[in-house]
C-alpha cells in the first residue's frame, strides 16, 4: 500500500529555517506532481508549494522567494526549504502526491493505480 510519510516539522524563531521531508513507499510506478498544503488552525487548507515530474515548481504568493520544494526521483521524496520563517507560517503541513501505483501480476505483467495521497501531516510552529 502506498503511503507519505513526512518529518522535519518543529519550533522555530521567526527568521528560521527548517526542512521538511515527504517520502513516498511502496510499489510507485510514477509521481506525476507533489505538493505541500498547510493548514493552520480555524482556516482552510492552502497549496503552498508544487512540482511536477519535470521539476517545474509553482509557489503561493505568501511563500515565493522564501519557500523552495524540490525531489530526489530515485528515493521518491520530496522536500519543502523554508528560510525566513515567519509566525503566519505556523501550520499542520501536509504532503500529497498524484501518482501511479503497481501490482506485480507476475509474468512480466502489472496492473496500475492512479492514487491521490495524503500524509499525516507535520506541526510547524514559528514562534519567539
Known amino acids: 500500500q502506498v503511503q507519505l510519510v513526512e518529518s522535519g516539522g518543529g519550533v522555530v524563531q521567526p527568521g528560521g529555517s527548517l526542512r521538511l521531508s515527504c517520502v513516498a513507499s511502496g510499489n510507485i510506478l510514477n509521481i506525476f506532481t507533489a505538493d505541500w498544503y498547510r493548514q493552520a488552525p480555524g482556516k482552510q487548507r492552502e497549496l503552498v508549494a508544487s512540482i511536477t515530474h519535470g521539476d517545474m515548481a509553482n509557489y503561493a504568493d505568501s511563500v515565493k522567494g522564501r519557500f523552495t520544494i524540490s525531489k530526489d526521483n530515485a528515493e521518491n521524496t520530496v522536500y519543502l526549504q523554508m528560510n525566513s520563517l515567519k509566525p503566519e507560517d505556523t501550520a499542520v503541513y501536509y504532503c500529497?502526491?498524484?501518482?501511479?501505483?503497481?501490482?506485480?501480476?507476475?509474468?512480466?505483467?502489472?496492473?496500475?493505480?492512479?492514487?491521490?495521497?495524503w500524509g499525516q501531516g507535520t506541526q510547524v510552529t514559528v514562534s519567539s
Open positions: 500529497h502526491a498524484d501518482l501511479t501505483e503497481y501490482e506485480d501480476l507476475g509474468e512480466d505483467r502489472m496492473k496500475t493505480y492512479d492514487r491521490n495521497i
